[in-house]
């Protein structure tokens, strides 16, 4: 079986959302920063793209609530750093 494009944009997807879970787990990555949060948010939309070909309902709602989880992080961010 050959990966399509978007095969491999949903595997890179799962890859960089357990670079960011590892990071964090092992201490090198802050879960509130932008690194994980982008990654996170990157990872997320990328399996998003690969469920619009062979869509999976909870598959869909989790990587849409991961998303969201991510944006929100990065625009308390964006907030915090407009304050200073």
Request: zero cysteines; a neutral charge; aromatic letters at 8%.
């Given at each position: 079986?050959?990966l399509?494009?978007?095969?491999?944009a949903?595997?890179?997807?799962?890859?960089l959302?357990?670079?960011?879970?590892?990071?964090?787990t092992?201490?090198?990555?802050?879960?509130?920063?932008?690194?994980?949060?982008?990654?996170?948010l990157?990872?997320a939309?990328?399996i998003?793209?690969s469920?619009?070909v062979?869509?999976n309902?909870?598959?869909?709602?989790?990587?849409?609530?991961?998303?969201?989880?991510?944006v929100?992080?990065?625009?308390?961010?964006?907030?915090?750093?407009?304050k200073r």
């Open positions: 079986m050959a399509t494009l978007i095969d491999i949903g595997v890179g997807g799962v890859l959302i357990l670079i960011a879970y590892a990071g964090a092992a201490g090198k990555l802050d879960p509130k920063q932008w690194p994980a949060l982008t990654l996170n990157v990872g939309l990328l998003l793209w469920l619009s062979d869509f309902l909870s598959a869909a709602l989790m990587e849409g609530a991961w998303a969201l989880v991510a929100a992080g990065l625009v308390r961010l964006a907030f915090q750093r407009l």
